[in-house]
């Protein structure tokens, strides 16, 4: 009733209205990170909007499409670590152990371990 405005100041700058710190700050003196394909490492849009330059949409350009394949569990000892790492030679090892089973002694598959079986259905995805 007043008319003064030292009680609103004082109370609207009690509590920040936005965010101000410096590390989510995003005006002229910072810069954004630009986004990287998790596949070949590259960056996704360099030139302006539709350029032929920026990369393809859910896809690299080798064709292969940037989405991981979800591995079935369990898969046999040394071929993947912590879901990220491959390792070729124990998976050559494992197809040509399994190809024996399968293929050369005719044996069935419901014969195989937990791990094989989730292999030979993670090499018929691909």
Same mark, same amino acid.
């Given at each position: 009733?007043?008319? $003064?405005?030292?009680?609103?100041?004082? +109370?609207?700058?009690? *509590?920040?209205?936005?965010? !101000?710190?410096?590390?989510?700050?995003?005006?002229?003196?910072? $810069?954004?990170? &630009?986004? @990287?394909? /998790?596949?070949?490492?590259? #960056?996704?849009? &360099? %030139? &302006? $909007?539709?350029?032929?330059? !920026? +990369?393809? =949409?859910?896809?690299?350009?080798?064709?292969?499409?940037?989405? !991981? =394949?979800? #591995?079935?569990?369990?898969?046999?000892?040394?071929?993947? @670590?912590? %879901?990220? /790492?491959?390792?070729?030679?124990?998976? =050559?090892?494992? =197809?040509?152990? #399994?190809?024996?089973?399968?293929?050369?002694? $005719?044996?069935? #598959?419901?014969?195989?371990?937990?791990?094989?079986?989730?292999?030979?259905?993670? *090499?018929?995805?691909?």
């Amino acid at each position: 009733k007043s008319g $003064k405005t030292e009680f609103w100041m004082k +109370h609207c700058s009690a *509590v920040p209205l936005g965010k !101000n710190d410096e590390k989510t700050s995003t005006g002229p003196g910072t $810069k954004r990170t &630009p986004q @990287t394909c /998790n596949r070949c490492q590259t #960056i996704m849009y &360099p %030139g &302006p $909007k539709n350029s032929p330059e !920026n +990369h393809k =949409l859910g896809y690299c350009s080798d064709g292969v499409s940037q989405k !991981n =394949l979800d #591995i079935q569990w369990p898969q046999p000892q040394g071929i993947f @670590t912590k %879901g990220k /790492n491959f390792y070729p030679i124990p998976f =050559l090892k494992t =197809l040509r152990l #399994i190809y024996d089973e399968l293929i050369i002694q $005719k044996r069935p #598959i419901g014969e195989l371990t937990m791990e094989s079986q989730a292999f030979v259905e993670l *090499v018929g995805k691909q």
